[in-house]
């Protein structure tokens, strides 16, 4: 298997980016875009257990839409193959002195590459 070929990072790591410029800006078309649509997909988040695609952007729908602003400290993307990757943040939410981390995994299907699990803590 090859790891982080440079082609696949480049996509994962675009792909990334999007998903963090959605993240911040509430937009909730594309975050729900880039979420696999499988009743398989999972997101653990800080307050929450999301079973399902449907369940996520249900989530997506009704979460509060101010402070989202945030700073990532560090990003680490590795792919493996061409089909799978790992994106691991650490980040800092805006007036916030917490640190937060986001674990995802991707997966290259027939729409594009897409979530398939994702898990959001804080550190206290």
């Excluded at 800006?25 to 594309?30: A, E, Q, R, Y």
């Excluded at 009704?62 to 089909?83: E, F, H, N």
């Amino acid at each position: 298997m090859e790891i982080n070929l440079p082609d696949v990072l480049a996509e994962v790591s675009q792909c990334s980016d999007r998903y963090e410029q959605a993240l911040v800006s509430n937009d909730v078309t594309v975050l729900d875009e880039l979420f696999w649509n499988s009743p398989h997909t999972l997101r653990y988040g800080v307050t929450e257990n999301l079973y399902g695609h449907e369940a996520i952007c249900a989530f997506r729908a009704g979460r509060p839409t101010q402070g989202l602003a945030r700073t990532i400290l560090k990003a680490v993307i590795t792919t493996y193959g061409r089909d799978t990757a790992t994106v691991n943040l650490e980040f800092q939410r805006a007036g916030s002195t917490h640190t937060g981390r986001q674990s995802q995994t991707w997966l290259r299907t027939p729409q594009g590459w897409r979530v398939v699990a994702a898990h959001v803590s804080l550190l206290t």
